[in-house]
């Protein structure tokens, strides 16, 4: 059975015990390990005797407990539907304890007590189903189940269990259910998915299936027929439960009233009679559903928290440091916590920075070393050219300039320098002249070249100079004495550049 959420839940019905465990699993309820033994003490509580006999019957035995046992008494009150609403489930709880005192057989404080809240009337009224055990007794069942090592969580009565189990499995929202029993039989209308009223017939109608006429006594025949003729019961669906309903004859019975069937499971369920374990089924229902209303109904011991924490108000100062300690504790880690992770992306990020740094700085040493060899193989090119087919052009370049140059040059003009410059076929010419024109004469002779592809003068300047200087040391001793004449000369510079 696929449950997070189980428990065990017994009934007592006369000479018999019926046992079933009930889980809860994501998304619906099941029944499973359907059990009915004879009682080794007909009536009265569940002895340990009875427990040992049970529990080995189940493979992994909830130790969680349910009862559903006759002796919860239950009766039904009004109560002014404002006054409900008002009033917290601790509160109602106290008041509807003494609102049914009057129908209690023992004194009020020594009771325990429960509630089921029903349908609100017109008149501003709502019906309350009282339940009521003495607290002794419970006391005495939660102890012979605590010796047998399970925990007994809440006892129900069986007119609030078998309502339930009948809505689940069938999924209606307008019906009646009727309980067969071997000493009572109850009736509940359900209307809108809701218990409206539960009624409690004297006698159940074992004794009348066994009697030669087969016929319900007096009394239940008229209580019957008060039920089925009323209007609500006549046109809706009637199911049967509790072992009447396995009962052919009884069966029979209720079919001379009405149309009316035993109940089918619309769960899953391990039980070969689920009608019969109706009961059981609602019980556990009640009790694993998470609804606080539901489970109001069964008998317990336990104090509500907010009425313990009243009580116990002096820890309240407790509580509050204990929860501000907590807080800045929490508060305290989880600030650890982020920062140490934040370090840690800190260290992880500065890696990474390092690591593109390391790269990038090994990109521009690969791409400075990768331009020095680009340039390297452009010089290698070069010269290889050059040795190739440039030298033998410019030796044959060198010869025409040189030849042309000496050639075309006036007897008066003297060279300073003939260097070729950076530029392919381009030649720079410095020299004197004893005249200007000379100059301008040498320039549109070496354009008339053929090999001449433009001879441009950059620069004439004049220079005056001592003719001693000019002649050197000829001159006499007489002449030192005589003013120096002046020699004028011309200083040029000019470009010439070679065609290709």
């Known amino acids: 059975m696929n449950a997070f959420l189980s428990v065990l839940v017994l009934e007592t019905d006369g000479k018999f015990i019926r046992a079933a465990v009930v889980g809860r699993g994501p998304r619906r309820f099941s029944l499973a390990g359907c059990l009915k033994v004879e009682r080794l003490a007909p009536g009265g ?93 419970f ?99 009637v199911l049967i439960t509790g072992p009447g309903a396995a009962d052919g004859g009884t069966m029979r019975l209720f079919s001379k009233r009405a149309k009316v069937s035993a109940l089918t499971p619309g769960i899953h369920s391990g039980c070969e009679s689920f009608a019969e374990f109706a009961t059981v089924f609602g019980a556990g229902l009640r009790e694993l559903f998470f609804r606080g209303g539901w489970k109001t109904a069964g008998i317990d011991d336990g104090v509500d928290l907010v009425r313990r924490f009243k009580e116990r108000v002096h820890i309240f100062p407790i509580v509050v440091v204990s929860v501000i300690v907590l807080f800045f504790l929490s508060h305290y880690l989880v600030l650890n916590f982020q920062i140490k992770r934040g370090e840690g992306r800190v260290n992880l990020l500065r890696q990474e920075r390092d690591g593109m740094k390391a790269a990038a700085d090994r990109y521009a040493a690969l791409r400075k070393e990768a331009e020095e060899l680009e340039k390297n193989r452009r010089l290698m090119t070069d010269k290889m050219d050059f040795m190739q087919t440039g030298a033998q052009k410019r030796l044959q370049g060198v010869g025409k300039c040189l030849t042309a140059l000496l050639l075309n040059a006036p007897q008066d003009m003297r060279f300073l320098e003939i260097r070729p410059m950076k530029t392919k076929g381009l030649w720079f010419v410095s020299g004197r002249s004893a005249d200007a024109m000379s100059v301008s004469a040498l320039a549109l002779k070496m354009q008339g070249e053929d090999w001449c592809g433009y001879a441009k003068i950059l620069s004439v300047s004049r220079i005056e100079e001592d003719a001693a200087a000019l002649r050197g040391k000829s001159a006499g001793e007489n002449e030192a004495k005589i003013q120096a004449a002046k020699e004028i000369t011309y200083k040029f510079e000019m470009q010439i550049m070679q065609k290709d």
């Open 139 to 237: 006391k005495t069942m939660k102890k012979t189940f605590a010796d047998a090592g399970f925990r007994l969580k809440r006892v129900y009565p069986p007119d609030v269990c078998f309502p339930v189990g009948a809505m689940f499995a069938e999924k209606e929202k307008d019906m009646t259910v009727i309980d067969v029993g071997f000493r009572t039989m109850r009736v509940a209308l359900i209307e809108k998915g809701g218990l409206r009223t539960i009624r409690i017939l004297p006698a159940g109608p074992a004794a009348a299936a066994a009697s030669p006429e087969g016929l319900f006594s007096p009394e239940q025949d008229l209580s019957l027929k008060g039920i089925f003729d009323d209007p609500a019961v006549s046109g809706g669906k």
């Open 45 to 137: 509580p569940v002895t340990a005797g009875e427990l040992e006999m049970i529990a080995p019957r189940f493979a992994n035995c909830p130790k969680s407990v349910v009862l559903v046992s006759p002796q919860v008494s239950m009766v039904e009150i009004s109560m002014d539907s404002k006054r409900i609403k008002k009033m917290k489930p601790h509160q109602l709880k106290e008041v509807v304890r003494w609102e049914a005192e009057p129908y209690m057989t023992i004194p009020v404080t020594e009771s325990l007590v429960g509630y089921q809240l029903g349908r609100e009337s017109g008149d501003g009224q709502s019906g309350v189903w009282v339940t009521m055990m003495p607290g002794e007794e």
